[in-house]
């Protein structure tokens, strides 16, 4: 059973760059098997899709996103990150990191992190 | 403004019927992209509840279905529970992966 596992700081300053790494177990990442996502939730609304990466490094973001973020593979830790730059109060949210298989049709999330919230304060 | 619409609330007493829409477009349910349902619980995660417009994942009981016509879909539960109390969350694809702004589900 795949486990995913987010980590980083819960309190970023504003203009300053998130960082977050999802670690992930009971399964390869370069196996091929999934994409790896991110997704994030402001308190109390609804998800927002940040973006997703392949085992290979090859990406796809949210075009609403784009321009702030970047998410990279460490297939030797079994690890995927998420960079998001220039952060304001409105990055404030849980983020979440998800696994959808490798179908060959649009993402469905069947595993997911529990979360983690970070704060966007100075 | 989500690009899928999902009533904000819905209510039913024990053992009744809820329906829960998801309006799209022609540009993602219209355009054929599948709809995908998602359970979140207080406090946790989302889980896969439907995905495929229609299709359960192992361990989902049946009193969850859901079906897509056109530009909308519905999720149905039947023989409501005071666990099914939740939000819930359709997703769907239009040029990236979106979702519905969600529903709060409460059992009366």
């Known amino acids: 059973q795949v486990q995913l596992q987010e980590s980083g700081p819960g309190l970023v300053k504003p203009s300053q760059t998130l960082s977050l790494t999802c670690t992930v177990s009971?399964?390869?990442?370069?196996?091929?098997?999934?994409?790896w996502s991110w997704i994030r939730q402001p308190p109390g609304k609804g998800l927002e899709w940040i973006g997703y990466?392949?085992?290979?490094?090859?990406?796809y973001y949210n075009p609403s996103l784009k321009s702030r973020v970047t998410i990279s593979v460490d297939t030797s830790k079994n690890q995927f990150s998420l960079k998001l730059s220039s952060v304001t109060a409105a990055d404030t949210a849980v983020y979440y990191c998800?696994?959808?298989?490798?179908?060959?049709?649009?993402?469905?999330?069947?595993?997911w992190g529990q979360g983690t919230l970070v704060t966007v304060s100075s | 403004q989500s690009v899928l619409t999902q009533p904000p609330s819905v209510s039913g007493a024990p053992g009744q019927r809820v329906t829960i829409s998801c309006t799209g477009s022609?540009?993602?349910?219209?355009?054929?992209?599948?709809v995908h349902w998602y359970q979140q619980l207080p406090g946790t995660a989302p889980k896969l509840l439907i995905y495929?417009?229609?299709n359960r994942p192992s361990g989902v009981p049946d009193r969850f279905s859901g079906s897509k016509s056109g530009t909308s879909a519905s999720l149905a539960i039947t023989g409501l529970q005071a666990e099914d109390e939740a939000d819930y969350y359709c997703?769907?694809?239009?040029?990236?992966?979106?979702f519905g702004g969600g529903t709060k589900l409460t059992v009366l």
């Open positions: 998800a696994g959808s298989p490798n179908s060959g049709y649009d993402p469905i999330f069947d595993y």
């Open positions: 009971g399964g390869s990442i370069s196996s091929g098997d999934y994409y």
């Open positions: 990466i392949y085992y290979s490094g090859s990406t």
């Open positions: 022609s540009s993602n349910i219209g355009a054929g992209y599948d």
């Open positions: 495929g417009n229609s």
């Open positions: 997703q769907s694809y239009d040029s990236s992966v979106v």
